[in-house]
């Protein structure tokens, strides 16, 4: 399965502590996106990177939180003095670049579940 | 106005009947549509994405789109349990929103036997 990956599918830590996730996109993608998700939303976007370059950033994205993609292939996300609010399920997905009108069809990876306690 | 409305349900349907999913979406800049599909402690599962107006047929599932309304759907025929989940619409092409999808709430869908 060349799908998207991400590690750890679970991470419980306490508040106050840093936590980093990991997204290893489908192979061809040079799109690559952070979500997060809570209890009866839908994914907020986050950030999205094409390539290494880090294109967008949502406004409401905390300077506690940073991403990186460093070689246009993994991304990690990092949390620096998480707090409970921070407890969510974090989505990674990819898209291609090429492809005609599919270019922008974002496929999901099976996401971290952060616990802040 | 929320960016993108859904009806959170439950939409209840028996099996074998046509489950229909509504969504409104705000902005006229709007480019791509789609529908994901996310069962319960699962992530999102792309299952349609219609571009221009009219519908897209893929096995069960239909997507409509009509952009003079704003509105887009999803019709899934001969429902089964297995399509018991929460439907996700998704807009891409948001006026200043570069590449990001902005999501409803999702629907959830049961199917009873």
């Known amino acids: 399965d060349t799908g998207v990956s991400q590690d750890p599918r679970h991470k419980i830590t306490k508040r106050g502590q840093n936590v980093t996730f990991r997204c290893d996109p489908i192979?061809?993608?040079?799109?690559l996106y952070w979500y997060r998700q809570t209890l009866g939303q839908g994914p907020e976007f986050l950030t999205y990177?094409?390539?290494?370059?880090?294109?967008?950033k949502s406004r409401l994205l905390s300077d506690r939180f940073s991403a990186e993609r460093p070689k246009g292939s993994f991304s990690t996300l990092e949390i620096q003095r998480t707090e409970q609010g921070d407890s969510a399920m974090y989505l990674c997905?990819?898209?291609?670049?090429?492809?005609?009108?599919?270019?922008?069809?974002?496929?999901f990876g099976p996401g971290t579940r952060l616990t802040v306690l | 106005q929320k960016e993108v409305e859904q009806n959170s349900g439950p939409l209840s349907v028996p099996e074998g009947a046509i489950a229909s999913l509504n969504c409104t979406y705000s902005?006229?800049?709007?480019?791509?549509f789609f529908w994901y599909r996310q069962y319960s402690g699962k992530s999102p599962e792309l299952i349609m994405s219609?571009?221009?107006?009219g519908d897209k047929e893929d096995g069960r599932f239909t997507a409509q789109l009509n952009k003079a309304s704003q509105y887009v759907s999803l019709l899934i025929r001969d429902s089964q349990p297995s399509d018991s989940a929460t439907y996700l619409c998704?807009?891409?092409?948001?006026?200043?929103?570069?590449?990001?999808?902005?999501f409803g709430t999702g629907t959830q869908l049961k199917v009873e036997l």
């Open positions: 997905a990819s898209s291609p670049t090429s492809g005609g009108e599919y270019y922008n069809e974002q496929f």
């Open positions: 192979s061809e993608h040079n799109r």
């Open positions: 990177f094409q390539n290494e370059a880090q294109l967008e």
């Open positions: 902005d006229r800049g709007s480019q791509s």
């Open positions: 219609i571009y221009s107006n």
């Open positions: 998704a807009v891409n092409g948001v006026t200043g929103g570069g590449n990001k999808l902005t």
